[in-house]
């Protein structure tokens, strides 16, 4: 786990979904835990699987006094993600992306995406992914990639810190649970092979 500067990136601005106010990202672990799901992008298909995941944990992270927040890097998809419902919690979005780069986020070249865009493959993929009803698009840029951060009440610690290396990879629901010694009582969903934005399960 890579070294968190929580002052650091506490510091960054982010600006509510629901309000447009702007807040330092500290704020919102300054009177509870908080799990900080950096979405790659609102449209990405894999991340709105993802979030529709991690929402299965929320009721118990509720309970427990532990707030599920989503960080977008930028507006764009907002609106159509928060119609979804795919995320349990609050959303954010940090539009200058210097969270994602804070914490060591990394961003794709334009040759390691471009592929992922290309063929019938992805029309393939694509027709099987909107068929269990998770549907994404290429708006937004398609360069960053996300990952998690939990971190305990007032700053005091940082419980988690995981990066993706690649657009599939997240963490297991007991992973995420188990931090706060929590017995998740939902049943994970089959991750989707991701191809970049493209997914199916």
């Known amino acids: 786990m890579a070294n968190v500067d929580l002052d650091r990136v506490g510091k960054n ?3 509510s979904a629901d309000t447009g106010e702007s ?19 609102f449209g990405c298909q894999i991340c709105r699987w993802m979030a529709s995941e991690v929402s299965k944990l929320e009721a ?3 309970t427990s006094g ?11 998809g907002l609106k159509e993600f928060k119609e ?3 995320l349990k919690g609050s959303i954010y979005v940090d539009e ?11 961003r794709y070249t334009a040759l390691s995406v ?23 698009n290429f ?32 963490l297991p629901l007991e992973d995420i649970s188990s931090v706060f010694g929590i017995s998740a009582n939902v049943k994970a969903g089959q991750k989707p092979v991701c191809n970049d934005d493209v997914c199916t399960r």
């Open 13 to 15: 601005l982010v600006k």
């Open 23 to 41: 807040v330092e990202l500290q704020s919102l672990w300054q009177d509870q835990p908080v799990v900080l799901f950096f979405l790659r992008r």
């Open 60 to 62: 118990d992270l509720r």
């Open 66 to 76: 532990v707030a599920l927040v989503g960080m977008g890097p930028e507006e764009v």
């Open 84 to 86: 979804g419902g795919f």
């Open 96 to 106: 200058q992306k210097k969270c994602y780069k804070d914490l060591g986020f990394k």
């Open 114 to 136: 471009v592929p992922a865009a290309l063929g019938k493959k992805v029309r393939d993929v694509a027709a099987k992914a909107s068929a269990v009803g998770i549907q994404g």
């Open 139 to 170: 708006s937004g840029d398609l360069l960053q990639s996300g990952g998690m951060l939990i971190v305990a009440k007032g700053g005091e610690k940082v419980l988690l810190h995981f990066v993706q290396d690649s657009p599939g990879d997240f």
